[in-house]
C-alpha cells in the first residue's frame, strides 16, 4: 500500500473530500452508533419511571357466628338399688290421743300491738319503733297470731306417728269455766265516754286519748272504741248486734287498724267464724266480744246488784278478731276513785290470769253512770299495761 494512502491530512480548504473516504466515515460513524445502542440502551431516552410494587386491597367480610350447639340430653343414670334391709319386727308403739283444743283453749295473743306502723332503730331511715298496747276495751289489741311454717314432708323412712311433748301431756289446760246466766239485764242509754289514756311498752310510756261510742236502739246496738295518739295514728274496736232479755247478742266484731280483721257470730251455724282464716269455734249462748263485754257486765251489775256480792265471780266466752277465750271476772271490791272526770264510788272487777300468758284485766264501773265502765286497766304477763280514766262524759 501506498504511503501517500496510509496518511490522512485534512483538506484544504476549497478542496474537495474524496467520495470514498466520507462513505468509510458514515460507516464508522453508523458502526459506533449500532455499539453504543447495543451495549448501553438504558442510557438512550428519557429514564422510566420505577416500578412501583402494588399493594392489594384490604377486604374484609363478616363471619356469623355458628349456632350453639344444643347440649345433649343428660343420659339418666340408673338408679342404684340398695341392698334390701332385712325385715324387722314390728314393734307396736304407743299412740297419745290428743284432743284437739277450740281456739279459745290456745294461748292468748301476744302482750302488744302498734297502733301505727313499725319502725327501725335510731340511724336508719325510718323513724322509732311506736309504742304498743294491750287490746280489750282499750283499742290496742294484741299483735296478730304468729303464723306457724308448713313442716316440711317426712321421709317414708323416717317417718312416725306424731306424739305431744311431754309438758304438754303433762300439764292439761285447766277447765273451762261455765257461763254465768243473765238472771236479770239493764243497759244503760246511749252514752259518748272519753277517757285519758296512759301506758307503757317495752319501757317506754306513752299518753293517748280513747273514746267509747255507745247507741243503744232498744232492738239493736252499736259499740265502737277508739284510741288516738298523735304521730301513731288510730285503732277502732267495734261492735254490732241485737239486744235481748239476755243482753247483747254480737253479730259482727271488728278491729280495725291499718287494715280490718273481723269475727262473725253465726249461731244458725253453731260458730264463730274470722276473716284472718284462723279456725272457728263453737258458738255459745251468751257469747261476747272484747268490746261488748264490758257493756255486759254492767247491764248484769245493774240488773241484779245484789245478785254479784264482793267476791262473786262472772264468766263469759270473749271473742277477739282470731279466736276466743273464757273470761272469769271476779267482783273485788267497792272502790272511791278520783278519775280526771272526778270523785266517783266504783265497784271493781278483774280477770285473774288462768294460765301465765294470760292478761290480767281490771275494770271499774259506776253504780251513779248507770255502771259504765269509767276505768280499765289491762297489764300482760311481761308488765306491758294501758289504763284509761273517764275525763268526760255525754248523752246524745
Known sequence: MRSDMLSFSPPMTGQIVPWRTLGLLAVLVLLAHALLLQTRPA???????PVQKRVPALITRSIPPAPAASPLPAVAKPAVQPPPKPAAKPVKKPVFKQNRPFAHDQPAQSATNSIAEPVQEPGSAEAPPAPQAP???????????????????????????????????AAPSPPQPKQTPVTAMALPASAQLEYKMTGSAKGLTYHARGELSWQNSGGSYHASMTAK????GSRTLSSTGQISAQGLAPSRFSDKSRSEVAA??????????????????????????????????????????????????????????????HWTFLVEKEELLSLPFGDLATLKLSRQPRREYDQKVEVW????????????????????????????????
Open 135 to 169: 287490746d280489750s276495751l282499750a283499742p290496742l289489741p294484741s299483735a296478730p297470731a304468729t303464723e306457724t311454717a308448713p313442716e316440711p314432708p317426712a321421709d317414708s323412712d323416717t317417718a312416725t306417728a306424731a306424739t305431744p311433748p311431754a309438758s304438754a301431756a
Open 365 to 396: 264501773y259506776a253504780p251513779a253512770l248507770g255502771y259504765l265502765p269509767v276505768r280499765n286497766q289491762i297489764t300482760q304477763a311481761n308488765g306491758d299495761f294501758v289504763d284509761q280514766q273517764l275525763s268526760d262524759l255525754s248523752h246524745p
Open 264 to 325: 262473725h257470730f253465726e249461731p244458725d251455724k253453731g260458730q264463730i267464724s274470722f276473716s284472718a282464716n284462723t279456725p272457728s269455734v263453737p258458738w255459745t249462748q251468751g257469747a261476747q266480744d272484747r268490746v261488748s263485754v264490758f257493756l255486759q257486765l254492767g247491764g248484769m251489775l245493774a240488773g241484779n246488784p245484789a245478785g254479784f256480792p264482793v267476791g262473786a265471780t262472772l264468766s263469759t266466752l270473749t271473742v277477739g278478731p282470731r279466736d276466743a277465750d
Open 229 to 232: 295518739a298523735l304521730f301513731l
Open 43 to 49: 442510557r438512550l431516552g428519557p429514564a422510566p419511571e
